[in-house]
């Protein structure tokens, strides 16, 4: 098949799920701003520029968890290429349009590149962040160097990377595995978001690598989790949604979905969470219970807005609901980093419109 260079460039962006990738943002954002805010690090007390520094962090684990998603949906369709062929043969490899041999290249180059952003953007930052010569590397001791290592980040990256190549390659192996795979994809994300917001600002005389774990905090660990059962919800009728067979568990369905940040919020109220204040690098606007919780509520009931209209299409057109729930993850992370922030959820909002724009350019799913 002869395609068009516009017929290429839209299976690509079709091939990776480009349209998901606000929400890849989303995820990414709620979780590293809500790290660092409510772990209270003080960072800023004590290195000029760390606001320069933490946006070189978060600019660059955005992109590394963008080239991962989109580097691990290209892997997963190649590995699918049999079973469109006879299935789906509308699909972009099996009809032509795109080669099996540049989507599997494609792929790889993705995951490695996100690989290398991801590892590489500690020491990255520091250097642009704060403005630290070249030259000084050159001269800096094998310990000082050591410190630029995060140990607890790389560890947590290499899961998330193994877990994006598993599910791409064995999806097809067994549908509950893939279904939990995926979701531990999204929880993965999350806490390794977190874990990159609170790196060790420390040299050690230590020539063993050590785990600082500052990230394991109940937020991080409820919110990863939560995340991850939203995703585990959607993915239970996205693997369905090419026959038409109704939902059995509708009605539980819609009450998870409906209840999950409440739920998550509620728990971490019962461990002691309260709201503290904006991360700085967006400003230091004061958050309390006070002024969180009506933020917090409206959030809530755009989140819930939208789950009533995705539901309205379940029974009779489940792409349409896959696609509008996919578009959800940002309103889920906005009514996450209600409770901490004003300014983030604003952010998550406009990545859950900026997903549904995309998705008039591209299938999300």
Known sequence: MNASFGEKFRAVLATGRVANLPTVWSNVLMAYL??????????????????????????????????????????????????????RPGRPIPSGVLSPSFVAISAITLLGLG????????????????????????????NDLQSLVQTD?????????????????????????????MALC??????????????????TSSTTPTFHGQWII??????GAAVGIYTLLLASVAATESNQEKIKYSLFLKAA????????????????????????PWGNSSLTAETSRPLFYTVLIIYCSWMLFAFRALPNDKPAFVSR??????LLDASFAASYSVTVPLICLALFGLALL????????
């Open 34 to 87: 809500m790290a660092e805010t409510l772990q209270n690090s003080g960072h800023s007390y004590y290195f000029n520029g760390v606001e320069t520094f933490q946006l070189w962090m978060l600019g660059l684990i955005m992109l590394a968890g963008s080239l991962l998603y989109v580097g691990g949906c290209m892997l997963g369709d190649y590995r699918d290429i049999p079973f469109d062929t006879e299935h």
């Open 115 to 142: 690989l290398v952003v991801g590892a590489a953007s500690f020491p990255v930052a520091i250097i642009y962040g704060f403005k630290v010569p070249w030259d000084a590397l050159k001269s800096a001791s094998g």
């Open 153 to 181: 980040q790389l560890a947590l990256l290499g899961v998330l990377v193994a877990l994006i190549v598993v599910y791409a390659l064995f999806h097809k192996r067994s549908r509950p595995l893939a279904l939990v795979n």
């Open 186 to 203: 999204r929880t993965q994300l999350v806490i390794f978001a977190a874990a990159a917001a609170l790196p060790a600002f420390f040299s």
């Open 218 to 223: 109940a937020p991080v660990l409820i919110t």
């Open 257 to 280: 979905m409906f209840l999950l940040p409440l739920l998550a919020i509620a728990l971490m109220l019962s461990l002691g969470f309260e709201p503290k204040q904006d991360s700085y």
């Open 325 to 330: 729930a996919l578009a959800g993850f940002s």
């Open 358 to 365: 995309l998705q008039k350019i591209t299938p999300a799913t």
